[in-house]
Every structure is written in C-alpha cells, then in structure tokens.
C-alpha cells in the first residue's frame, strides 16, 4: 500500500512538480497611526530565517513585544534597549535563508528554499524612533510566491 501510494505521488508530482524555491514579495509600510504618504518604507534590512532555527531571535522579540516602554518608565526603556541591541546582535550573527534592502517604495523580494515557516525580519534607522523594526511568520511550503508585509513601527511584533 505504501509502495502505491509513493508511486502515484512520484508520478503526479512529475506532471505537478512543487517548487524548490519560494519568493517572499514584500513591502515595508509605515504605521496605519503614523502613514504620512502612501508610499513604503525605503532602506529596511530584511532578513528571512528558518523561524525553527532561531530561538534566540524569537525570544528577543517576544521580550521586546512584552516589555511597556512606551508610557516612559527608564527601567523599561532601558531593558528595551539593551534587548533590541541583543536582537541586533543575534540577527547578523544568525544564518540566514536570504537577504534584501527594501527599495525606494519600501519593496523588497527574496528567494528562500522551502521551508515550514519563515521569520522575516525588518530594521532601519528612522528618526526620532528608538525601535523601529517588524517581524512576521510566513509559511513557504508548496507555493511559488508568498505575500509579506511588514509594518514599520517603533515597537511592533505582527
């Protein structure tokens, strides 16, 4: 039963072959509360990684999504800027599925081999914003194209 079984989904999968490769088509896009412009956001280093295989990463953002800097404690502040500078840190140094530099309209697209889920990842620099990062899970298994959107927010986990 088995051997049939194997045998039919070798034949189909000649006829329907899945793709080795899955392109993450993505924006980064400013805040709905802060959207000035209708374009994107340019210059956001977006990394995607085999979400598996960084704990550390997803640690450091479920930290940094837990604490509540935003109503101005300094003890809270200070340990969101110690976790984001340790996020940073694990992020370039971690292996990672691909990599882009979002364009002028805030788009980016990156190629990754197939994989259950996807941590991608995005962080610029931005004015006056102390964080100013996204991140977000995708599942690219048996799919040519994946959708991703990241909203750039000055402390945002979606």
């Not at 502040?77 to 992020?91: F, G, K, Q």
């Not at 259950?116 to 004015?127: H, Y």
Request: hydrophobic letters at 40%; glycine letters at 6%.
């Amino acid at each position: 039963m088995f051997f049939r079984g194997a045998a039919l989904f070798a034949l189909l999968s000649m006829f329907h072959p899945l793709p080795e490769k899955t392109l993450l088509d993505g924006s980064a896009q400013p805040c709905a509360d802060v959207k000035e412009t209708t374009s994107g956001v340019p210059g956001v280093h977006v990394y995607a990684f085999n979400a598996k295989k960084v704990p550390a990463i997803r640690r450091s953002l479920f930290v940094l999504d837990s604490l509540d800097w935003e109503n101005g404690d300094p003890d809270a502040m200070r340990a969101a800027s110690r976790e984001y500078d340790r996020l940073l840190s694990r992020v370039r140094a971690a292996r990672t599925l691909g990599y882009a530099t979002s364009n002028g309209n805030g788009d980016f697209e990156i190629t990754v081999t197939q994989t259950d889920s996807v941590l991608v990842f995005g962080e610029a620099k931005w004015p006056d914003q102390p964080f100013y990062y996204s991140a977000k899970v995708v599942g690219a298994t048996g799919q040519e194209e994946v959708r991703v959107v990241l909203l750039m927010c000055n402390q945002q986990l979606l």
